[in-house]
């Protein structure tokens, strides 16, 4: 299976956490979001325990909460003592609802507007990754009001492209996110922070690319930030207190995706930074990473009720389904791959291929294409699609007038809600 916690059960159903998904379509309706609260426990756990030991202590993982974010998550992420990223103020809001204590919250975003600066300090955020110079000056000044000295990462763009695997450093240096190194600005921007009296570099951030598979991104971006930082302490005296690495491993939609073995990554990494650290003569800072595709993903799965089946002869096959991009637009976006299962037909044999598709009032709508399903799917049945748990409902939509599905956890063999079904009155809440 394409995930550890997905089986089949002898009454040919998919069971995922241990549980009948039809018997949880039956009680929480569908489209339904189901989410293995013990995976994303596990992983937090892995990411955590690799850090400890291969980083040492000071050293760990930060939640990426825009992979997908509400209150019961960020209150599992306090549990399991992670830090988290933020990139708006609404992030921010939601994490102090479900009492996450911001020290350990990093703040990002390209644009921060001057409210979402003075909400964050507000609510004494712990750490700004910087993107540019007019939001230092604006940092700095908020920082300046209060009488505090604000601790800020700044973002860099290391020059690695991560999916081409080359070091292509015009496709990343253009990038909307940071200050190259290349061209001179990192020095800039470094040297200008330094000069603040508001504020404490605390040290440097990058992020080379998402869904990383690549053998040895990380390591390479590591090399080149810590060849920078030994740059910054010549230059300017300054010693890196930390290093963010930026998003975390890729995670399996689909079986040609490799299990990426954290644990081994962690340490292939680690020792790179050590090797890198002693040539340049420099102390290993605190490493971070920010995962959030790799703690969330593959703790996900999305349940939708077949409806009309489409067979038009000599071209193709079509499954509607009673959710789609409103729920799900990564397909739309991106083409991204999903495994998708007939949850209550699994003794059948695979030999009908279609195209997954949505409700919605657009030809983009669709989950999936050439999916294989068996020839008897028809209106009524189910389908699950895996490794829903990132960049699903935290890009959830209302498009046409759908309201967004609930968030059903699943943990140690009971199932909660945690995100309730939006009501139609949800729908006009505001409209005046
Ligand atoms: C998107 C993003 C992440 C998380 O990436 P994943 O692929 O979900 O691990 C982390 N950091 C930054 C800055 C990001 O933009």
């Keep these: 299976m394409i995930a550890k916690n997905i089986s089949i059960g002898e009454n040919g159903h998919v069971y995922f956490a241990g549980q009948d998904t039809i018997v949880l379509a039956q009680e929480y309706g569908t489209p339904l979001y189901l989410l293995d609260e013990e995976m994303i426990r596990s992983n937090c756990r892995v990411y955590k325990n690799a850090f400890k030991k291969h980083f040492g202590e000071g050293s760990c993982p930060l939640y990426a909460s825009k992979a997908n974010a509400f209150k019961r998550i960020f209150e599992i992420m306090s549990e399991e003592e992670m830090g988290i990223d933020v990139v708006s103020s609404g992030e921010i809001y939601t994490a102090l609802q479900a009492g996450y204590d911001l020290k350990k919250a990093y703040f990002h975003s390209n644009n ?7 909400y964050a300090m507000d609510n ?14 604006a940092i700095e000044r908020e920082a300046e009001q209060r009488g505090i000295k604000q601790k800020l990462l700044l973002r860099l763009t290391p020059g690695i492209d991560p999916h081409t695997y080359e070091a292509v450093s015009t496709g990343k240096v253009d990038s909307k996110f940071g200050s190259a190194i290349e061209t001179g600005q990192a ?9 603040q009296s508001h504020i404490e570099l605390a040290g440097f951030h990058c992020h080379v690319g998402s869904q990383v598979f690549a053998e040895d991104v990380f390591e390479r971006a590591a090399v080149i930030m810590l060849k920078f930082s030994a740059e910054m302490k010549r230059k300017y005296g300054y010693i890196t207190q930390q290093l963010d690495l930026g998003g975390g491993y890729g995670v399996r939609y ?3 995706d490799p299990f990426m073995d954290v644990d081994k990554k962690v340490s292939e990494v680690a020792a790179a930074i050590t090797d890198s650290c002693n040539s340049l003569g420099i102390e290993m800072p605190e490493i971070h990473m920010e995962p959030g595709r790799s703690i969330v993903g593959a703790a996900g ?4 009720t077949v409806g009309t089946v489409k067979t038009i002869p000599g071209y193709k096959n079509y499954v509607s389904i009673d959710g789609g991009m409103p729920d799900n637009p990564r397909y739309a976006l991106y083409k991204s791959s999903y495994t998708c299962l007939l949850a209550n037909k699994m003794q059948e044999d695979c030999d009908f291929k279609c195209s997954i598709v949505g409700r919605c009032c657009e030809s983009g709508d669709i989950i999936q294409e050439n999916v294989m399903l068996p020839q008897s799917v028809t209106r009524g049945d189910l389908v699950a699609v895996c490794t829903t748990g990132a960049y699903n409902y935290s890009m959830a ?6 309201p967004r599905p609930p968030i059903v956890m699943l943990c140690d063999g009971r199932s909660y809600v945690a995100v309730r079904r939006e009501s139609m009155e949800d729908l006009c809440r505001n409209d005046l």
Excluded: P, Q
């Excluded at 020095?187 to 000069?195: K, M, Q, V």
């Excluded at 799965?301 to 939708?304: A, G, H, N």
């Excluded at 939509?397 to 759908?402: A, E, G, H, L, T």
């Design 254 to 256: 689909v079986d040609s």
């Design 397 to 402: 939509s209302n498009y046409n007038r759908i």
């Design 124 to 137: 004494n955020i712990g750490y700004f990754v910087a993107d540019n110079i007019e939001e230092i000056k």
């Design 112 to 118: 921060k507007t001057d409210k979402d600066i003075s």
């Design 187 to 195: 020095d800039e921007i470094t040297r200008y922070t330094l000069n």
């Design 301 to 304: 799965m999305t349940l939708y």
